[in-house]
């Protein structure tokens, strides 16, 4: 489930495509709008909290929070994790303000609780353990 980034190399005239997993069960790839509406749709229905990491395939950052990330869905069940693919979703990026990757934003019914700019693992994890009791 969920690839955080792909990236496609051509070698001796093969093109093979590299992906890092993600991973985690909780942890879902949006690559288009309506993906995105899906999740938040079955978030707000659940009660659930969102945890939206806005990345890019080709950020060094992005690629080492990304098991930090997984390890916290894994932890956290109970909130529903994204993956957004900057690069793919434009349109998302604007509406957002995403300025820097990776951004990480907190959401209840749509409405940002809180963010995060950066890969500083320490203050993901607080702030994340600080969503989860407010949940």
């Not at 070698?11 to 899906?38: C, F, M, P, R």
């Not at 659930?48 to 060094?60: G, Q």
């Not at 990776?102 to 600080?130: C, H, I, W, Y």
Request: charged share 25%.
């Amino acid at each position: 489930m969920g690839q955080c980034w792909t990236k496609v190399c051509t070698q001796n005239d093969n093109v093979k495509s590299i992906t890092a997993e993600l991973g985690g069960e909780n942890v879902h790839l949006i690559t288009t709008l309506e993906k995105w509406e899906e999740k938040n749709l079955e978030a707000r229905k659940a009660g659930k909290i969102v945890a939206v990491n806005f990345s890019t395939s080709w950020s060094n950052p992005c690629r080492e929070i990304a098991p930090s990330y997984s390890e916290l869905a894994d932890k956290y069940p109970s909130i529903l994790f994204l993956t957004v693919d900057v690069d793919k979703l434009a349109e998302l990026t604007t509406k957002w303000d995403i300025k820097a990757t990776p951004s990480f934003f907190f959401l209840r019914d749509g409405r940002q609780l809180d963010k995060l700019v950066g890969s500083n693992k320490e203050e993901l994890q607080k702030k994340m353990m600080a969503i989860a009791e407010s949940n």
